[in-house]
C-alpha cells in the first residue's frame, strides 16, 4: 500500500527504507525490504527468530553497511553515513542484550549520554571535571527516577540486575531528546514485575518521540503499537495495524500461531 | 563534602609533605632511587592512562620514551641549544610520533593495536641501533651533562630529585583531572564499548587518536627526565626488554587506576635494588615476585588499599 510513496519523502515521514538488503556471505539476513515509519508512530516489528529484525536496526542505525538499497532518515539519505553522524541527526537506539558501561556507574553511563549530544569539540575537553557540569548531573539525576534507578546511580552497571541494564539503556537514549528511537526487545528477558515497569516505561515516552520497536511479547506489541511489519526470513510478510496483522493468515501461519500457543495466550 | 573525601584530601597534602621533604629524611642513596621511582611512575602512568581507562594495551611507551630521550641527549652533547628548548623540542618529538603512529593504529583494537605498538617499539629499537650516526648506535649516548634551571646545575642526589618531582606532579595532576573530565568519562566508555560509544554520537577514532598523544607525550616528559637522570641515553631503553618491565610495573601496581604507577613503580624499584645483590637469580626473584603478585592480587597491589569501590563521578 506504500508504493506510491516511495519515491516521494513528505515531511511527516520519519525513516524511509528502499529495497535495503543485508547478505552475509551466501545468507540473505535482509531482502529488498521497502518500509516507512511516520512521525510520532509507534511502530512495531515482529518475526520470528532469525528473521533479520535486528540486522535491519544495525543497517539502519549505521552499525552494518547495507548490501544494497538506500535508507533516509529525516529526509537525508544516510545510506553511508557513519554511526555518530546519524545520531546527531536524532537517532537513537538499544541492543537487544543491553550495551552498556560496566566499568561506569549509573550516573556515569546517563552522563556519557548526555554528553554524547554535545558539540563534538565539548567531547574532548580534558581539565574542566565532568562532575561540575551540574546542568547535565541534573538531568541525570531526573532521568534516573524517570527509569526507576534513583537509589542505583552510584553503583557500577555491572553490578545491575538485568532488569535494571534494560532500564537504563531506555534512560540513556531518551534523555538526549531523540527522534527516532530504535527498541531491539526491551521486555526480552525480564521478570513479571519489571515486563510492567517497562511498559509504563514506554507508555510514558512523549508522544512526538517516534518509536520502533522490536519485541516478541505479543501482548506488548499490540497494546503499545500502532502499526507493525512482520519480518519472516528477511522478507516483509506483512504489514498494518494491530488488527489486520492478528487477523492475517500468512502471519498467524508463520508467528502468530506459534507465538499465541506458545505463551498460552 | 563528606567525611571520606576530608580524609582523602588530608592523606593526599600528608603524601604531598612527605614528598617534599624525603630527601633530607633518608640516606642519599634511596633519594637517588626515589627519583627513579618517579619517572619510571609517569612513563607507567602513560601505559595506565591507554590501557587502563582506555582499553588500548601497549608496548610502545618505550618508542615515545626512547624519541624524547634521544632528543635531548642529542641536543645536549651535540648542539648549544639550552634547557627548556630541549625539552619542549624532545617532548614534541614524542607527541608527533605519538600523533603519526596513532593515525595508523585508531583503525584496530585489541590484540591488532598490541601488535602495532610493538612493532612500533621495535622499529625505534632498531632505528636506535641503526641509525649511529644520531644515536650513537650500541653504545649509546654518554655524557650528558645535568641540566641548568634558572641557573641552578642539577647535578646533586636532592637537585635531581626535585627536578624530577616538579613535572612528574604536574603529569600526574593533570592525568588525575583528564579522567574526570569529559574526555576521559568517554574514553573509559570507549573502553566498555566502543560501538555503543558511537551510537551515542562520540567520535572513537578521534577520542583514541587524542588518548594516543597524550599518552605519548606524557612518555615523552618520562624520557626527558630519565636520560637527565642517567646523562645518558641507550637502545636498551627503548628495547622490547624494557617494554615489558615498563608493562610489568604497571600490572604490578594495578594497570585499572593510577595509584598502581605510584605503588608499582615503587616496588619494582625497591625490588630490583633488593635482587641486585643476587646477581645470578635477579631475574628469577623479580619473575616469582610478579607470580605472587598476579595470584594473590591480580587486580595489582594497589587494590589492597581500596577498601571501597570508588566512581569517578
Ligand atoms: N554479523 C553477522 N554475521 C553473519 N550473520 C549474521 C550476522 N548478524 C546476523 N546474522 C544472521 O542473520 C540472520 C538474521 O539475524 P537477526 O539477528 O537479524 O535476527 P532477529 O530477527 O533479530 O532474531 P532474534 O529474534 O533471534 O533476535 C540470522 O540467521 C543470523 O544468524
Ligand atoms: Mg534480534
Not at chain 1, 574542566?128 to 537509589?151: I, P
Amino acid at each position: 500500500m506504500d508504493e506510491a510513496g516511495t519515491e516521494r519523502m513528505d515531511t511527516n515521514t520519519v525513516l524511509q527504507l528502499n529495497s535495503v538488503s543485508k547478505n552475509f556471505g551466501g545468507l540473505q539476513a535482509v531482502c529488498d525490504v521497502q518500509m516507512r515509519v511516520t512521525h510520532g508512530q509507534r511502530h512495531g516489528l515482529i518475526g520470528t527468530n532469525g528473521a533479520g529484525k535486528t540486522t535491519l536496526f544495525n543497517l539502519i542505525a549505521g552499525d552494518l553497511p547495507v548490501s544494497t538499497g538506500t535508507i533516509v532518515l529525516f529526509g537525508t539519505d544516510v545510506t553511508t553515513m557513519p554511526v555518530h553522524k546519524r545520531t546527531r541527526l536524532g537517532l537513537r537506539r538499544t541492543y537487544q542484550t543491553p550495551a552498556l558501561f560496566n566499568g561506569l556507574t549509573v550516573r556515569e553511563n546517563l552522563y556519557l549520554a548526555l554528553l554524547g549530544n554535545d558539540p563534538p569539540m565539548r567531547h574532548l575537553s580534558c581539565w574542566k571535571s565532568a562532575f561540575k557540569d551540574t546542568e547535565k548531573l541534573n538531568l541525570v539525576q531526573s532521568t534516573a527516577e524517570t527509569v526507576e534507578l534513583s537509589r542505583r546511580l552510584d553503583d557500577k552497571v555491572g553490578d545491575l540486575s538485568h532488569g535494571e541494564r534494560k532500564q537504563l539503556e531506555i534512560g540513556m537514549v531518551l534523555s538526549t531528546n531523540p527522534r527516532l528511537l530504535l527498541l531491539d526487545e526491551p521486555a526480552a528477558g525480564l521478570s513479571v514485575h519489571e515486563r510492567e515497569v517497562m511498559k509504563d516505561l514506554l507508555r510514558s515516552i512523549a508522544s512526538d518521540i517516534t518509536l520502533f520497536i522490536i519485541e516478541h511479547d505479543m501482548d506488548m506489541v499490540i497494546h503499545l503499537a500502532d502499526r507493525i511489519t512482520v519480518m519472516y526470513d528477511g522478507v516483509v510478510l506483512a504489514e498494518g495495524d494491530p488488527k489486520q496483522i492478528q487477523a492475517d493468515p500468512d502471519v498467524q501461519r508463520v508467528y502468530l500461531g506459534e507465538a499465541i500457543n506458545g505463551t498460552g495466550a | 563534602m563528606n567525611a571520606e573525601s576530608v580524609s582523602r584530601r588530608s592523606m593526599l597534602l600528608l603524601a604531598l609533605l612527605l614528598a617534599a621533604v624525603i630527601p633530607w629524611i633518608v640516606p642519599n642513596f634511596y633519594t637517588f632511587l626515589l627519583t627513579k621511582v618517579l619517572f619510571l611512575s609517569l612513563a607507567s602512568a602513560s601505559l595506565i592512562l591507554l590501557a587502563g581507562y582506555g582499553g588500548m594495551l601497549s608496548l610502545a611507551q618505550v618508542a615515545f620514551y626512547g624519541v624524547s630521550g634521544y632528543i635531548v641527549a642529542y641536543l645536549a652533547l651535540r648542539t648549544g641549544v639550552s634547557f627548556l628548548p630541549t625539552v619542549i623540542l624532545a617532548i614534541l618529538g614524542a607527541t608527533i610520533t605519538g600523533a603519526l603512529f596513532a593515525f595508523i593504529a585508531v583503525r584496530t583494537s585489541g590484540l591488532y593495536f598490541l601488535m602495532m605498538t610493538l612493532a612500533l617499539g621495535q622499529i625505534a629499537f632498531f632505528g636506535a641501533f641503526q641509525w649511529a650516526r644520531i644515536t650513537g648506535g650500541y653504545d649509546g649516548m654518554v655524557g650528558i651533562p645535568a641540566p641548568v634551571v634558572f641557573g641552578q646545575v642539577m647535578a646533586s642526589g636532592k637537585a635531581a630529585y626535585y627536578f624530577t618531582l616538579v613535572p612528574v606532579l604536574a603529569g600526574f595532576y593533570w592525568l588525575h583531572r583528564m579522567v574526570r573530565s569529559p574526555f576521559g568519562v568517554a574514553l573509559q566508555g570507549i573502553r566498555d564499548g566502543d560501538v555503543r560509544m558511537a551510537a551515542l554520537g562520540f567520535n572513537v577514532k578521534v577520542h583514541r587518536f587524542l588518548a594516543i598523544v597524550f599518552s605519548a607525550m606524557i612518555a615523552g616528559a618520562a624520557g626527558v627526565l630519565s636520560t637527565y637522570f642517567y646523562g645518558m641515553m641507550s637502545p636498551q631503553l627503548v628495547s622490547l626488554g624494557a617494554a615489558v618491565t615498563l608493562l610489568f610495573i604497571s600490572l604490578l601496581g594495578g594497570i585499572a587506576r593510577f595509584e598502581g604507577a605510584l605503588i608499582g613503580a615503587l616496588v619494582f624499584v625497591l625490588l630490583e635494588d633488593y635482587a641486585s645483590v643476587f646477581t645470578a637469580r635477579y631475574n628469577t626473584i623479580i619473575g616469582l615476585f610478579f607470580i605472587l603478585v598476579v595470584l594473590f592480587f591480580p587486580k595489582g597491589i594497589a587494590e589492597i588499599f581500596r577498601r571501597k569501590k570508588r566512581a569517578v563521578l
